[in-house]
C-alpha cells in the first residue's frame, strides 16, 4: 500500500491535538492525527476537573497566563458553534482568614495584569448570598465571573468529529515508536509497529508522552515531565445544588488543590489531589486518596453528601519542571513544533494553544487557504444533538424521522436508541462502550450503567455487524464477554 | 391528547397486581392504561429466570406471564416498549415510543410502579483501575439469562444479597467458576436456604467481614485484592491478599426508581429513598400514588404484590371520590 503524505501530522488527539486539528480543517491543508490510544481524549482530556479557568493563576508574563486567558474567550463561541454544554458559571476562590486575604489581593493584582475581566474581592455576606452551602468559616473569596465549566472530552470530540468531517484524517491505536526526518525531501516519516505516514510538519501534542516523542525525533525538551495522578468524585445529580459556582481554596505550592464544582451535566465533581506517580499510566484510585479528597472538600462544604458518590476516577497530568507551557519549533529539527507540558489550565487555553501553533506553522512557512466548503458543524447533517438536550417539537420531529429515538436506552441520562446509533455512525465511530457512554452519557447516570450497559452493547454489535461477546468497553483487549454460556 | 382515568406505569408485579384491582373495583378495563418500557409486560421477573416466586414457586418468567396473561384476558390497554419521559402535578405524561412518537397522556390519577435499580458500586470506593470484566448483578442477568453470554470465567461476587447468590449459582450452571462471595458484613444479607442452595451446593465458599480493597487490570480484570475487617469494620493488618481472576460482580442493593417522582415534586424519604405516602400510599401530590419496590424496597415477590393491591384499593377510592364529586358539581350546575 502506498504510503499516505500530509501537510501536517498531529500527534496526540487530547484537547490540544484535536483543537489544533481543528483550526487546520478550515485550510487546503492535508492533515492527520495520529492517537496511541482507541479513541479522542484517551489520557489527560478525559479526567480532569472541566474547568474554564479564568487566567488569574499563571505569572504575569508566562506563556500559560497569556493562553489562558486568551484560550477562556474562545471556548464559548467554539462550543456554540459545535453545540458543546458549556456554562460561564464563575468561579469562588475561598479564604478563611488575613493570610488567605492577601494571597487572594495577589491573585487579584495577578489576574489584572493577565487581563481576566470582572475580578473582585467579595466578603462573607455576599459570599454566602452566592453559596448557602459553604463553610461559616470563609469570610473572603477572589470573584471570578468568566470562568466556566465544560465537558472536555466533548470538547474534544466536537472539535475532532468537525475537523474529521472537513478532511483530516485520524488514526488510532498509532503508538508513534519511529521518526526519520529525510533532510533532502524534507519530509517526516513518522511509525508506529507496521504503519507508517508522511508528513511535511508535525506538531507534537502527545501530552504525557511528549517527552517521549522529542526522545524518539532525536530531540530533547528542556525539562522534565513528571505524572501526577489527581483523584475525584462524582456525585449524584440530586446534590446538583451543593455549589453554585466552582469553589477552589486559597492555592499552595501544591497546586489549586480541591475543588468543588458543578458539571455541565448537572453533577457535582470532587477533587483533585495531586500525587506524583511512577507510571503516566496509572489512573487507579486509591482509597486514602478518596478520603483526603472527601475532606478537602467537607473543609469548602461541610454539609457535602458524600453518600451520594456515583463514581470515582483520577487523571495524570503532565507537568512540567519548569513551571510553564512549551510550545515552539524544535531547534534541531525544522518544521518540527513541540506542544509539551500542558498541565492545568491547559483545556482553557487549548484554542488559543491551537492558534498559537497554527502561527508558529505559518511562519515556518505552512500556507492557509480557505477551504470554500467548510462545514461549520459536527458532522454534515448537524451537531448530532441529543435527545435529552432537544426541545418538544425537535423530540417529536426526531423520533418521526428515526423511531429509535423513541427508544429509551438509558433511563438516567434519558439516552435513546437513536443516540447511540448516532455516535456509532458519527466520522469517528463509537465502537466501544466506553466510547457511547462518553457521547452519549449512556451508562453515567446514577446506576452506572447497570439497566443499559448490556442493551447498549447490543446496539453496538447489531450497528457494527459482530457478535456482543466481541464488544470491547475501550481497548482492544477489553471484551466486555467471555463467550456464550453452556448450552443445551 | 389520549385521556384515562388511571394510568399505572411499570408492569411489574405490583403494577399489574394493582391495574386488576383496580379493574375488580368496578373501573372499566379502557379507563386504565399500563405503560411499561421493555418490550414484554412483567417487569424485572423476566430477568429472573431462577424458581422461588410466589405460593407454586414459580420462576420469574412464568409469573410474568401469568400476570401478564391476566391483563390480556380482561383486556386492560397497556403499552410496551413505551418509556415516560416526565409527568406533571396535573398528571398529564409524557411518553415515548418508536411506534406512538412523542405521546401526551391527561390521566384522573397516576400510580407509579416503576421498581427499583441497582446501587452503583460509586459508594464502594474500591482502589485500583477499572478494566473491563465488572459488572452489576442486574447487567450479569440480562447478559446470561437473556442473551447467553458469560461475563467471566472466574468470578468474584461482591454482596450476599439473595441475588448475588442466584447469581453465583447460575454462573457455576453455565460453565463459570465463582471463587467465592464476599460481603463486609458479619452475618449474610440472604436467607440460610439461599446460601446452602446457591453456594454449598457448588463447593462456593462465603466470605464475611471481607472486602476488595482493590482491582488490577488494565484492560480486562487480572485479579483483586481483599482483606479481613474486624468486628467494627475496620481493616485487619496482614491479612491483604491478592487473588486472580477474571471478572467482578457486585451486587450492593437497590433504591427505589424515584426518577419521575423528583421533578414532580414528590416528597422523598431519606431512609427509604423513596416517596413519602399515605395509608392508601398517595404522594403528597394529589392523585399520584407509589406502590412496590418503587415505593420500598421489598424482599419478596408476594409483599411487592400486596402492595400492588394496597394502591390498587386506594386510587380505587380515589376515582370513585372523583367521580362523585363530578357529579355533584354537574348536578348543581
Known amino acids: 500500500m502506498a504510503i499516505k503524505s500530509y501537510d501536517v501530522a498531529i500527534i496526540g488527539a487530547g484537547i490540544v491535538g484535536t483543537m489544533t486539528a481543528f483550526m487546520i480543517g478550515k485550510y487546503k491543508i492535508k492533515c492527520a492525527v495520529l492517537e496511541a490510544g482507541i479513541d479522542v481524549a484517551s489520557g489527560t482530556t478525559r479526567a480532569n476537573s472541566a474547568i474554564i479557568h479564568a487566567g488569574y493563576d499563571a505569572h504575569e508574563g508566562s506563556l500559560k497566563a497569556k493562553l489562558n486567558v486568551r484560550g477562556s474567550r474562545l471556548v464559548g463561541p467554539i462550543a456554540k458553534q459545535l453545540g458543546v454544554h458549556y456554562n460561564k458559571c464563575g468561579s469562588l476562590v475561598i479564604g478563611y482568614n488575613e493570610k488567605d486575604l492577601e494571597h487572594l489581593r495577589l491573585l487579584l493584582v495577578r489576574g489584572k495584569k493577565n487581563g481576566v475581566r470582572g475580578l473582585e474581592i467579595i466578603e462573607q ?64 516519516t513518522i511509525s508506529a509497529n507496521d504503519k507508517t505516514i508522511k508528513a511535511k510538519y508535525v506538531v507534537n501534542a502527545a501530552g504525557l508522552y511528549s517527552d517521549e516523542i522529542a526522545e524518539i525525533l ?9 505524572p501526577r495522578r489527581g483523584e475525584y468524585m462524582l456525585l449524584d445529580k440530586s446534590e446538583g445544588k451543593t455549589a453554585n459556582h466552582t469553589l477552589f481554596v ?27 506517580v511512577e507510571s503516566k499510566a496509572d489512573t487507579g484510585v486509591t482509597s486514602e ?37 512549551y510550545i515552539r519549533e524544535s531547534e534541531k529539527f525544522p518544521k518540527f513544533v513541540h506542544a509539551a507540558g500542558i498541565e492545568s489550565p491547559g483545556l482553557a487555553a487549548s484554542p488559543a494553544i491551537a492558534e498559537y501553533i497554527v502561527n508558529i506553522l505559518r511562519n515556518s512557512g505552512l500556507k492557509f487557504k480557505e ?16 435527545f435529552y438536550d432537544m426541545s418538544e417539537s425537535e423530540r417529536e420531529k426526531a423520533i418521526k424521522k428515526d423511531p429509535r429515538y423513541g427508544k429509551m436506552v438509558c433511563r438516567c441520562e434519558m439516552v435513546t436508541e437513536g443516540d447511540i446509533v448516532n455516535a456509532i455512525r458519527r466520522p469517528i465511530s463509537a465502537h466501544t462502550v466506553d466510547m457511547v457512554k462518553r457521547r452519549t452519557r449512556a451508562g453515567m447516570g446514577r446506576c452506572q450503567g447497570g439497566y443499559c450497559r448490556a442493551k447498549v452493547a447490543e446496539i453496538i454489535a447489531k450497528e457494527l455487524n459482530i457478535s456482543v461477546s466481541e464488544v470491547k468497553k475501550f481497548s482492544s483487549n477489553s471484551n ?9 | 391528547m389520549m385521556k384515562k382515568k388511571l394510568v399505572i406505569i411499570g408492569s411489574g408485579p405490583s403494577g399489574i397486581v394493582c391495574a386488576l384491582n383496580v379493574y375488580k373495583s368496578g373501573i372499566k378495563a379502557e379507563d386504565i392504561l399500563i405503560i411499561e418500557r421493555e418490550d414484554e409486560l412483567g417487569g424485572t421477573l423476566n430477568l429472573c429466570i431462577h424458581q422461588g416466586f410466589g405460593k407454586n414457586e414459580l420462576t420469574g418468567t412464568e409469573m410474568a406471564s401469568e400476570l401478564s396473561a391476566l391483563v390480556k384476558k380482561n383486556n386492560i390497554p397497556y403499552l410496551v416498549g413505551t418509556t415516560v419521559i416526565s409527568i406533571t402535578k396535573e398528571k398529564i405524561i409524557t411518553a415515548v415510543s418508536p411506534t406512538l412518537g412523542y405521546t401526551k397522556i391527561q390521566a384522573d390519577a397516576i400510580v407509579l410502579a416503576t421498581g427499583c435499580r441497582e446501587r452503583s458500586r460509586g459508594g464502594l470506593s474500591i482502589g485500583g483501575t477499572r478494566p473491563a470484566g465488572i459488572a452489576s448483578a442486574g447487567t450479569v442477568q440480562r447478559f446470561v439469562n437473556i442473551e447467553g453470554y458469560l461475563p467471566g470465567k472466574k468470578t468474584v461476587i461482591i454482596g450476599s444479597t439473595d441475588i448475588a447468590l442466584i447469581i453465583a449459582r447460575r454462573l457455576s450452571l453455565e460453565g463459570g467458576q465463582v471463587l467465592f462471595v464476599c460481603d463486609t458484613r458479619a452475618k449474610p444479607q440472604a436467607h440460610k436456604t439461599d446460601i446452602s442452595e446457591c453456594l454449598d451446593y457448588f463447593g462456593t465458599p462465603l466470605k464475611l467481614r471481607t472486602t476488595v480493597t482493590r482491582i488490577f ?81 421489598h424482599d419478596d415477590v408476594e409483599d411487592v404484590m400486596a402492595d400492588g393491591k394496597r394502591a390498587g384499593k386506594g386510587v380505587s377510592d380515589y376515582l370513585w371520590f372523583l367521580n362523585k364529586r363530578d357529579r355533584i358539581r354537574e348536578e348543581e350546575r
Open chain 1, 289 to 325: 486518596g478518596l478520603s483526603e479528597i472527601a475532606e478537602g472538600a467537607r473543609s469548602i462544604v461541610p454539609d457535602i453528601n458524600l453518600d451520594a458518590i456515583i463514581t470515582t476516577f483520577a487523571g495524570v497530568r503532565a507537568t512540567p519542571t519548569s513551571g510553564d507551557f
Open chain 1, 250 to 276: 486559597t492555592p499552595s505550592e501544591k497546586g489549586k488543590g480541591i475543588l468543588v464544582s458543578p458539571t455541565v451535566d448537572g453533577n457535582i465533581i470532587v477533587g483533585p489531589n495531586a500525587n506524583v
Open chain 1, 218 to 226: 532525536g530531540d530533547k525538551l528542556p525539562f522534565k515531565i513528571i
Open chain 2, 217 to 297: 487490570g488494565k484492560e480486562r480484570v487480572e485479579a483483586i485484592e481483599i482483606a479481613d475487617l474486624d468486628k467494627d469494620g475496620k481493616l485487619i493488618k496482614g491479612t491483604k491478599q491478592k487473588i486472580e481472576c477474571d471478572s467482578l460482580v457486585y451486587s450492593c442493593g437497590f433504591l427505589p426508581e424515584i426518577e419521575l417522582m423528583q421533578e414532580v415534586g414528590i416528597e422523598i424519604k431519606k431512609l427509604t429513598h423513596g416517596p413519602k405516602t399515605d395509608k392508601r400510599l398517595e404522594t403528597n401530590v394529589d392523585g399520584i400514588f407509589a406502590c412496590g419496590n418503587a415505593r420500598i424496597i
Open chain 1, 371 to 386: 477551504k470554500e466548503d467548510y462545514i461549520t458543524t459536527r458532522t454534515a447533517e448537524g451537531n448530532c444533538k441529543l
Open chain 1, 125 to 188: 455576606d455576599r459570599l454566602r448570598e452566592m453559596e448557602p452551602n459553604v463553610s461559616k468559616d470563609a469570610k473572603y473569596a477572589l470573584y471570578a465571573p468568566s470562568a466556566g465549566i465544560v465537558c472536555p472530552y466533548d470538547l474534544a470530540y466536537a472539535v475532532s468529529e468537525n475537523s474529521a468531517t472537513n478532511g483530516v484524517d485520524y488514526y488510532f491505536e498509532y503508538k508513534v515508536d519511529k521518526i526519520d526526518y529525510n533532510e533532502v525531501n524534507k519530509l517526516y
Open chain 1, 480 to 488: 466486555i464477554l467471555c463467550g456464550r454460556t453452556k448450552r443445551i
